[in-house]
């Protein structure tokens, strides 16, 4: 049996654009990306702490040490420049491996660099 886990979070990310015209998905600074194990067109879940929304789309890699994260396509209607959101990867684990797996977790400060590192 596979359990669903979380994998990554970048907590409190802030919304630096917001195109409507892309095709979809949420781009997202590479650094950010590497630090938390995160990978192209990877599945994420966002949650938006200024109006609650919460919507899945996919990851792609932003200029590295840009800071950018940026809603593309739809999603760009659920969230604006200067929002704060937090933003999930999960992964699939074996049962007998689940007590010992730890997510990679960043907290980001307003400019999208990061404050801590930690493992939950």
Do not use: W
Not at 47 to 63: D, L, P, Q, W
Not at 104 to 109: E, F, G, T, V
């Amino acid at each position: 049996m596979l359990i669903t886990l979380l994998k990554a979070k970048l907590h409190m990310a802030t919304i630096t654009q917001a195109d409507l015209n892309y095709q979809g998905s949420l781009t997202i600074d590479e650094d950010l990306m590497d630090a938390v194990g995160m990978v192209p067109y990877e599945k994420v879940l966002i949650s938006n702490t200024a109006n609650t929304n919460r919507f899945e789309t996919y990851a792609i890699v932003g200029k590295r040490g840009s800071g950018v994260i940026c809603l593309n396509g739809p999603a760009a209607r659920l969230g604006k420049v200067g929002d704060r959101i937090v933003v999930f990867a999960f992964c699939h684990v074996p049962a007998k491996a689940a007590k010992k797996h730890k997510p990679r977790i960043l907290i980001l400060d307003k400019h999208n660099r990061p404050v801590t590192t930690s493992k939950i």
